[in-house]
């Protein structure tokens, strides 16, 4: 399974940005999606994760009410909308897929859950 994130940029606090997370897996509709990040010096962290059914999302409190994680079975794909973003959300995103999961609701939010991760995306929110 290869993973492509890409969207990453340069934006201003406050600014919106949508990252895309493109699967080359066969079952990519039974995989759990999640997003991660890593900021210069600090650990990576999770930011949101989906269901294979999409139907169960995870967020974490940093990012309630304005990051929302969806995903397009149909296009293979997993997305993370960033509103508001502010400077110290700057940091390598990272999308994550878990290829064995319990059913299509259940979504990870551990790192050590996921099986396959993408190259990352660079994200740098200006002030």
């Known amino acids: 399974v290869q993973l492509q994130a890409s969207g990453g940029g340069l934006v201003q606090a406050g600014d919106s940005l949508r990252l895309s997370c493109a699967s080359s897996?066969?079952?990519?509709?039974?995989?759990?999606m999640g997003w991660f990040r890593q900021a210069p010096g600090k650990e990576r962290e999770v930011v949101a994760a989906?269901?294979?059914?999409?139907?169960?999302?995870y967020y974490a409190d940093s990012v309630e009410g304005r990051f929302t994680i969806s995903r397009d079975n149909a296009e293979n794909t997993v997305y993370l909308q960033m509103n508001s973003l502010k400077p110290e959300e700057t940091a390598v995103y990272y999308c994550?897929?878990?290829?064995?999961?319990?059913?299509?609701?259940?979504?990870?939010?551990?790192?050590?859950?996921?099986?396959?991760w993408g190259q990352g995306t660079l994200v740098t929110v200006s002030s």
């Open positions: 897996g066969r079952t990519f509709s039974r995989y759990a």
């Open positions: 989906i269901s294979w059914g999409g139907s169960r999302t």
């Open positions: 994550a897929a878990r290829v064995n999961t319990y059913n299509s609701f259940t979504y990870y939010y551990r790192s050590d859950d996921y099986d396959y």
